[in-house]
């Protein structure tokens, strides 16, 4: 026990569209499946152009990943393969207080990557002639200048690379406020509603078959986060991914510390709009074998050598849970999806400890800050860490956008904005391409983005 309360997270499901005050549609031009970040952001591009979307939501709206992550909007750092839909990202996300009208707890208070020795920092510094490439600000940042970013002795951390255009934003409060934007420009959004499955004829998508009944769409997207591979394996389209804990505190109001968010292995630091941070442990983050990591094993060996570091690999619950889940079922009965409307897990212990002796000994100025609320977060991964949006060959007008491996809220929007245009058939062939579900089957060499 490491003698911090643990408090369960308080999901709110404020803007609840409960199937009984919301009768399901029976129709619609493209349903969504999962109300995530990157369901309500597609939600929400779609219906400003018009198209009629139907959105179901198997628990409430941001009650996953999109609800339990840091919040940092980064691109610093990022793969080069998805920093263009990033910084696309970052420029809807300057829009969207206006454009929702709500404060989503967004602003530009910048990235840090503190580094303990001149080694890190050197290989930190890799990375500047990809932010040159792509036109960004990141610079490498020390002494008197590292002191304006972070208030907090800069003597402890040789320097850091720094993104001043980073944001952040309120997880949660941002995903909802997404849903009920996208639910002002038409459409229709429905929790507490399982889809089960497919309805399918002629290889062709005729709709989907929720816990309330059929509705027919010409187009279905399973944004379905951690459940996108279950889902996908039940209609014999296989996704390969693979869930991660992370575990994750936020603090009272403390000290100002930084506008931003900091990283480092040990601590990683973002400034919440109430005043407090959330803290997570900046490297230990615990797989739980699953079947399905011995099936992917191969796939996913680069970015287990990537990340050892900071990855554990544990045995336990989590596999007996997986073998006794179902891999197909009848569409006329409950599914494994209605069975577990959010996954919530336990943060772990151990990991809290480390967290709070880790603010004590690098960042002593907020040591002492009562965490209010613990969480952990399943996140899921894709074999290079990088998205999946794509159609799947085969079954046409059935596209899957997953994968988003740890870094999905911030790129949330940009991803939003190009399913909407690729299920409209206008997205870029380019982005398309290196997107692929197909790239992990085809022998491309499968290369790891960053982790972090
Ligand atoms: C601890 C942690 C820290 C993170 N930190 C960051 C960060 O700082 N910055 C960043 O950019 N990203 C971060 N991430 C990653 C980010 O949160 C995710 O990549 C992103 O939220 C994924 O969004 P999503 O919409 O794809 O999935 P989710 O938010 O998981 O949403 C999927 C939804 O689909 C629903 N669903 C599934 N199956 C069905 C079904 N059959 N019927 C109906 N509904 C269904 C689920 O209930 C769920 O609500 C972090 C993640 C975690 C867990």
């Known amino acids: 026990m490491t003698g911090e309360q643990q408090v369960p997270l308080a999901v709110a499901d404020e803007w609840a569209w409960h199937a009984v005050d919301n009768p ?10 999962g109300g995530g970040i990157v369901g309500c952001s597609a939600a929400f591009y779609l219906a400003r152009q018009g198209v009629q979307v139907a959105l179901f939501e198997k628990g409430v709206i941001s009650g996953e990943q999109s609800g339990r992550n840091w919040g940092w909007i980064r691109q610093q750092g990022r793969s080069p393969v998805e920093l263009p839909m990033m910084v696309r990202s970052l420029r809807l ?30 290989k930190l510094g890799e990375w500047l002639p990809t932010a040159r490439e792509h036109g960004l600000d990141t610079r490498l940042v ?46 229709r959004i429905v929790s507490h509603c399982a889809v089960r499955g497919l309805e399918r004829a ?8 929720t816990e309330h009944g059929v509705v027919a769409a010409r187009a279905v997207v399973c944004a379905g986060g951690a459940w996108t591979r279950l889902f996908c394996g039940s209609i014999g389209i296989t996704v390969p991914q693979l869930p991660v804990l992370g575990t994750v505190a936020r603090t009272a109001p403390a000290a100002p510390l930084l506008d931003g968010q900091a990283w480092s292995p040990r601590i990683a630091v973002r400034r919440r709009a109430d005043g407090g941070y959330t803290v997570a442990h900046g490297g230990s983050s615990l797989h739980s074998l699953v079947p399905a ?51 919530d897990p336990a943060p772990e212990d151990r990991v809290l400890g480390q967290l709070r002796a880790a603010m ?22 894709s074999p290079d860490v990088l998205p999946i949006i794509s159609n799947v060959e085969g079954l046409e007008g059935f596209y899957v956008a997953t994968g988003f491996s740890g870094h999905g809220f ?21 982005e398309l391409a290196s997107f692929r579900l197909s790239r992990f089957f085809d022998g491309s060499p499968i290369r790891p983005g960053p982790a972090v």
């Open 24 to 33: 399901t549609p029976s129709a619609a031009d493209v349903v969504i499946i």
């Open 93 to 122: 996300w300057q829009e969207l207080p206006a454009e929702l009208g709500e404060d989503i707890g967004f602003r530009q208070g910048g990235t840090l990557y503190l580094a303990e020795t001149s080694a890190q920092l050197a």
């Open 142 to 187: 020390a002494g008197r200048e590292l002191d304006e970013i972070l208030k907090s002795g800069s003597s402890r951390w040789t320097g850091a690379l720094h993104t001043a255009s980073d944001g952040r934003a309120e997880p949660g409060r941002a995903t909802r406020a997404i849903a009920r934007g996208a639910c002002r420009a038409g459409a």
């Open 202 to 209: 002629a290889g062709r998508i005729q709709g989907v078959v």
């Open 293 to 343: 990591t011995f099936r992917f094993a191969l796939k996913f060996l680069p970015a287990l050598r990537q990340g050892y570091e900071s990855l554990r690999l544990g045995v336990g619950r989590e596999f007996f849970k997986a073998l006794a889940t179902p891999a197909r079922w009848n569409l006329d009965a409950p599914t494994p999806f209605e069975r577990e409307r959010a996954l």
């Open 360 to 381: 004590r000994h690098w960042l002593p100025e907020i040591a002492d800050a009562p965490f209010l609320e613990t969480w952990g977060g399943m996140i899921e991964v």
């Open 410 to 430: 911030g790129i949330g929007p940009g991803a939003g904005r190009f399913i909407a245009d690729m299920v409209n058939g206008t997205a870029d062939r380019l």
